[in-house]
């Protein structure tokens, strides 16, 4: 089956280019150092540069040949050799848009980071971070993208703490075990998608329909949960708030705009592994003769198809809750970069909310992978776009209090017009990106709803209240990204505060080039949603095994500018507007206030996941010392009563058994004792050298949970 599958692909070297020039530029950054620190830069921005073109040129050849690969055939685990690299369609979408914002923030750290301490650490540790997110992207099996994902995520820890500030050695403290604990739980996820499956391929085999059984469920919790943790999925974001403020502005962007976007890559080849269960298939290829209904009833009645379908309501309520408690999150911060992470957790939701309606609709899920590709490019646009403007103002007026701020459209006017550019993307306002992808999103909990009215399922009462907190997110959504552009650009500075920011000039070129070159792909993005349907998003959805023909080809031809889209925008229009009337009419009408602060309010803390996390982990630590005062007098009683056996023991042997045995039969039992040990050693070996890789994997385990606890015991 192997052999079958490597000679539908087309060899490629392109794959591995991609991930060594980052490698390389990495290397020449590296040797250049703080003496040649423009050599340095250049290395940086030619290197993402170079992989920008490989990425278009790998995208442009998968899309017209199909995929390719490169392999070196070194690792063999359950029926097929992994850690080569094979690009099919969903990959090099992602490798795209990677490309892209590395290409941009590399441009924006050319200057941002001349006032850094340690830039070549910085530099060198941006390009490696590069590569394994490319390897992530570049893989078709669960234990290679494990290997590139871990990479990754190790990686980016030097990004994190770059600062080296208190701030920032907390956060970095809590994203490194975040991701340790993320990881040992995607490993075994992997290993019980293994011992279901026999195969650790996103293909599962043709007989394998181990969904259902409870390996299939606890690989989905492992794998869900592993992946979770990088997307920011709730309640396992509680790193990100605190990562992406206190790292360097263009490592907040890459942050955002594309590793986060790793963890949602995992959830969907998750989710398309359990679709493309053959016994899913036919159960549904049977009803295709009977229209909407008939399908519906037999995809319902498919026992296999059910859990399919479970799995994607289940992430569609992870979804809705994690896009509903960052937007609640964002609308009340007061630091620009802390109100875009928990921003970066409700567009997550977003994502997370199209795969999960993918999942729900089986086959007919096309239209929710759509949603979930396009806004997963505009996300990494406009998000981009946000945390290099950030860093602008920063390195401008050197501060992101956004209430002590004001007044900036005249300071720095083209940073306003790009900003301006991401906030009416993210708003889904007609004509930017993002009012694109919330249509196709939209349209995908439409047709859930749809599907399980005609199904006559329980679960359709849910989907429409899905459907409802969907668009109070949109609504909430427009709100604090109004309140942030207000106060930051167009409110009158207090008088106080006017005078710091007299200085306040535009940002420099370079800066400027990154932050526009974002900017553009969101212009891109809104007035040509037919170019990218057509010649990308909808192609890369057709290429998926399980989804109807007819459905995934109506993606690439979805009206997009229609009335009825449109009208849908007022809603949520309608509601961010009065959040934001009712959080800043005092400053709109230079009035003193009267009641609370709605944009700073502030929640108890025993509200908060992390709370919770900290309480856990401290109850975990007591535990494991409950009981010692008490039980301590009788351990030191039961050692001295064991030492003391021992020494009566050899005692007794030294001087009475000993002397006793004679010298022929001491050497039979010597003997006798040394054939055993030779027969145990014959048969243990072989048996040592085919578990050796369990064995080392369980040392791993041991080695990475005492590593968490001594780590915790530090906190």
């Not at 278009?56 to 995929?67: A, D, P, R």
């Not at 992994?82 to 690009?87: I, P």
Request: glycine share 10%.
């Amino acid at each position: 089956m192997h052999e079958t599958k490597v000679a539908m692909l087309a060899y490629s070297i392109l794959p591995v280019l991609a991930m060594a020039f980052p490698l390389a530029g990495a290397a020449l950054a590296a040797a250049a150092g703080e003496r040649r620190a423009r050599l340095r830069n250049w290395a940086a921005v030619t290197a993402t540069a170079a992989t920008l073109l490989l990425a278009v040129l790998i995208l442009v050849k998968v899309l017209g040949v199909g995929s390719v690969c490169f392999n070196l055939d070194i690792m063999r685990i359950g029926d097929r050799f992994v850690c080569n690299l094979e690009v099919d369609a969903i990959g090099a979408f992602f490798v795209f848009f990677s490309s892209v914002l590395w290409f941009a923030a590399s441009l924006h750290a050319f200057r941002y980071m001349e006032h850094e301490h340690k830039r070549t650490r910085f530099f060198f540790f941006m390009l490696l971070t590069e590569s394994a997110t490319l390897g992530v992207f570049m893989v078709q099996d669960f234990f290679s993208l494990y290997l590139f994902f871990e990479a990754m995520g190790l990686l980016a820890y030097v990004l994190v703490i770059h600062s080296e500030t208190e701030k920032a050695r907390s956060a970095a403290t809590k994203y490194i075990c975040m991701t340790v604990v993320g990881g040992l739980s995607l490993i075994g996820g992997i290993f019980f998608y293994l011992g279901g499956a026999g195969t650790v391929a996103f293909a599962p085999p043709a007989g394998s329909a181990w969904l259902g059984g409870p390996f299939g469920v606890a690989a989905l919790v492992f794998l869900l949960a592993g992946f979770g943790v990088k997307a920011g999925m709730l309640p396992l974001h509680i790193w990100l708030p605190d990562a992406h403020p206190a790292a360097p502005s263009p490592a907040s962007a890459l942050l955002s705009g594309v590793m986060i976007k790793a963890g949602a890559y995992g959830i969907l080849r998750t989710a398309l592994t359990f679709l493309q269960q053959p016994a899913a298939h036919g159960g549904e290829a049977e009803a295709m003769s009977g229209g909407h209904a008939a399908e519906g009833a037999a995809h319902a009645a498919s026992g296999l198809a059910g859990d399919v379908r479970m799995l994607g309501f289940a992430i569609i309520w992870i979804a809705v809750a994690t896009m509903f408690v960052g937007m609640l999150l964002a609308l009340v911060q007061n630091d620009i970069k802390r109100t875009l992470a928990y921003s970066s957790v409700s567009q997550m939701g977003y994502i997370l909310f199209g795969i999960g309606c993918m999942t729900y609709l089986g086959a007919e899920g096309a239209m929710g992978m759509g949603g979930t590709l396009y806004h997963v490019i505009n996300h990494a646009f406009f998000k981009g776009c946000f945390f290099l403007a950030a860093g602008s103002i920063l390195f401008c007026a050197h501060e992101l209090d956004m209430f002590k701020l004001g007044g900036l459209w005249r300071r720095m006017p083209l940073t306003t017009l790009f900003w301006c550019i991401a906030a009416l993307g993210i708003m889904g306002i007609p004509l930017w990106g993002g009012f694109v992808s919330k249509t196709l999103l939209h349209h995908a909990v439409i047709e859930s709803h749809e599907f399980a009215l005609h199904a006559q399922l329980a679960t359709a009462g849910w989907v429409k209240a899905a459907e409802v907190i969907f668009v109070i997110t949109s609504g909430g959504t427009i709100g604090y990204i109004t309140k942030m552009t207000y106060y930051t650009f167009f409110r009158r500075p207090d008088a106080e505060r006017a005078h710091h920011l007299e200085h306040v000039k535009e940002a420099p070129a370079w800066m400027l080039a990154g932050t526009g070159l974002l900017a553009a792909g969101v212009v891109f993005n809104g007035l040509f949603p037919g170019v990218l349907l057509s010649k990308l998003v909808g192609p890369t959805v057709q290429t998926v095994p399980g989804f109807d023909a007819h459905m995934a080809a109506h993606v690439a031809e979805v009206p997009i500018f229609i009335w009825d889209n449109i009208k849908e925008v007022l809603i949520p229009l309608a509601i961010g507007i009065t959040v934001f009337v009712l959080g800043a009419w005092p400053d709109l009408l230079r009035r003193r206030r009267y009641g609370p602060e709605l944009f700073q309010a502030r929640l108890p803390r025993w509200l908060g996941v992390d709370y919770w996390y900290v309480r856990g982990a401290k109850g975990s630590l007591t535990m494991l010392f409950v009981g010692q005062r008490t039980y301590a007098p009788i351990k030191t009683r039961v050692l001295e009563a064991i030492k003391q056996g021992a020494y009566g023991t050899a005692h007794l042997f030294r001087d009475v058994v000993a002397p006793a045995l004679t010298e022929r039969p001491y050497r039979r039992a010597r003997d006798g004792v040394l054939m055993l040990a030779g027969h145990a050693r014959e048969r243990l070996m072989p048996r040592m050298r085919e578990y050796q890789g369990d064995i080392a994997v369980g040392a791993l385990v041991l080695a990475v949970a005492l590593t968490i606890f001594l780590i915790m015991r530090l906190l």
